[in-house]
T-cell receptor, first 109, second 116 residues
Framework: AQRVTQPEKLLSVFKGAPVELKCNYS??????LFWYVQYSRQRLQLLLR??SRESIKGFTADLNKGETSFHLKKPFAQEEDSAMYYC???????????FGTGTRLLVSP | SAVISQKPSRDICQRGTSLTIQCQVD?????MFWYRQQPGQSLTLIAT?????????ESGFVIDKFPISRPNLTFSTLTVSNMSPEDSSIYLC?????????????FGPGTRLTVL
C-alpha cells in the first residue's frame, strides 16, 4: 500500500535554528517524492522534488531508500518559512499523489 | 505554471442539498484531479477527471455522491450530492503540466464547504 507518514503535526523553532521535517513512506516500487508547502492564505505549491536534487529557499531533501525517508532540511530557519508542509509521493511517470498529514512549521523570532 | 481558478471559493449549505464546484484552467491540460481535505487531515484524492469519458474514482468515493464532468481540456466540475455535515471540507482541483523532463502538479485555491 502507498502511504506517507509525517510524524510531527507541529514543529516550532527559533529563527536561525536548523529545521528537519520528517517524512517516511511506504511504496512497492520506485516512487517519486515531493514536498509541498502552503503559506498562510495561499494555495498549495510545490517546494521541491527528489529527482531534481535542487535546493529551494534553502531547503533540501534527500531520498533515503534504505530508510524509506525523504526528510526536509534547512540549516537556518527564517520567519517566512512558517507554513504547512506536506510530503507526497507518486508512482513513476506521474500518477496520483498520496499526501502525508502535514507538519506545521512555526519559526519564532 | 498553470493558473487555476475555482468557484465558489466557499459556501455554507444545508444538509441534503447539492453543490457544484467549478475548476477553470488557463490552458489545456490532460490530467486533472479532484482532492478533498477534511478538517485537520491531509489531502485525499477523490477522482481523476477524464476528458470525454467517465471520471476514475478512488476507493471510498462513488460517482453518485461525487459526479464529475470534464467537457473540455480546460474545465471540470465536481458536485457534492446529498450533502451531510461529514462532507464539510476543502475541495481542490489540480492539474498536471509537463515540465523539463518531468511533470508538475498545480493546485487551485480550493473551495471551503461547510454543511449544516
Amino acid at each position: 500500500a502507498q502511504r506517507v507518514t509525517q510524524p510531527e503535526k507541529l514543529l516550532s523553532v527559533f529563527k536561525g535554528a536548523p529545521v528537519e521535517l520528517k517524512c517516511n513512506y511506504s511504496y512497492s516500487g520506485s516512487p517519486e517524492l515531493f514536498w509541498y508547502v502552503q503559506y498562510s492564505r495561499q494555495r498549495l505549491q510545490l517546494l521541491l522534488r527528489h529527482i531534481s536534487r535542487e535546493s529551494i529557499k534553502g531547503f533540501t531533501a534527500d531520498l533515503n531508500k534504505g530508510e524509506t525517508s525523504f526528510h526536509l532540511k534547512k540549516p537556518f530557519a527564517q520567519e517566512e518559512d512558517s507554513a504547512m508542509y506536506y510530503c507526497a509521493l507518486s508512482g513513476t511517470g506521474f500518477q496520483k499523489l498520496v499526501f502525508g498529514t502535514g507538519t506545521r512549521l512555526l519559526v519564532s523570532p | 505554471s498553470a493558473v487555476i481558478s475555482q468557484k465558489p471559493s466557499r459556501d455554507i449549505c444545508q444538509r441534503g442539498t447539492s453543490l457544484t464546484i467549478q475548476c477553470q484552467v488557463d490552458s489545456q491540460v490532460t490530467m486533472m484531479f479532484w482532492y478533498r481535505q477534511q478538517p485537520g487531515q491531509s489531502l485525499t484524492l477523490i477522482a481523476t477527471a477524464n476528458q470525454g469519458s467517465e471520471a476514475t474514482y478512488e476507493s471510498g468515493f462513488v460517482i453518485d455522491k461525487f459526479p464529475i464532468s470534464r467537457p473540455n481540456l480546460t474545465f471540470s466540475t465536481l458536485t457534492v450530492s446529498n450533502m451531510s455535515p461529514e462532507d464539510s471540507s476543502i475541495y481542490l482541483c489540480s492539474v498536471v503540466r509537463e515540465g523539463l523532463g518531468y511533470n508538475e502538479q498545480f493546485f487551485g485555491p480550493g473551495t471551503r464547504l461547510t454543511v449544516l
